[in-house]
C-alpha cells in the first residue's frame, strides 16, 4: 500500500474509502457512461494488484531495505537532513515578575510584569527558534545560547531567531510556516499580535502571512492562569530547497 501511495496511485476518493472495491469492468462501464474522471481510473485502494506490480512491489522494497540496513551502521548524520520536509516543536515557560519589560515576538508589550530570564525571556521567540532547531535535530536553544553565558545576558531574543535562521539556510532549508500560541493571563495579546508576526518574519525573512501567532488565557489554572507565568509552544516546517 505504501508503494502505491509513493507512486501517487491514491486519489482523495480511495483514501477516504469511497471507491470501494472496484474491478476492472465496472472501471470501463462507468467510464464509458461517462461518470468517472479519468483520474479514477487508477488502481483503487482495496483493488488486489497484479501479480507483476506485486513481485515489482516486493523487489523494490527488499532492495530498499537491504540497501538502508547496509548503510546504517555508517550514514552520517547529516544524511538524515537529505528528506524534504521536516517539522519541529518547541516550548518555552518564564516566571512573570514585576519591573521586567514583557517582551513577546520582539515587540514590548506594556504591562507592570515582564518574565524573568537570562536574555530578555522572549518565550515566544526563544518556542520557535526550538521548533526550528528541532526540525533539524540541531537541539535546543540552552545548547546554542548557554543561558550562563555573558554573551546573552539582557539579549534580545531576535539574536537567536536570526541565528537560527541562518542554522536553517546553512543546511539548504527553507522555512514553509510557523505556528504558535502563547499562554498569559494578562494583558490580552490582540492588539500586539500583527506586530509580533511583522517582527518575527523579518527576523526569519519570510512573509507574516508564514508566522501565525495564536494567544490564549490560562482560564485562571496553573501558573499561566493564575498570572505568574507567560508561556509558548511553536512547530515549524521547514523543506529543502530545490536542487539543494
Ligand atoms: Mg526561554
Redesign the pocket.
Known sequence: MSLWFERGCWNSSQLLGLSGNRGPSEVRRKEKNGVWSPRRQKRSLFETPSPRSAARAARDSERRDASQSGKAARVSPHSFIASTCRIGVGN???PLAPGRALILGGVRIPFEKG?V?H?D???LA??ICDALLGALALGD?GQHFPDHSPEWHKAS?LVFVRRVREHIEDAGYQIVNIDSTVGLERPKLGPHIAAMRRKLAQALRVAPEQVSIKAKSGEGLDAVGRGRAVRADAVALIVRHRGS
Do not use: C
Open positions: 518555552d515557560i518564564h518574565p530570564g536574555s525571556g522572549d518565550a526563544h518556542a536553544l531574543s
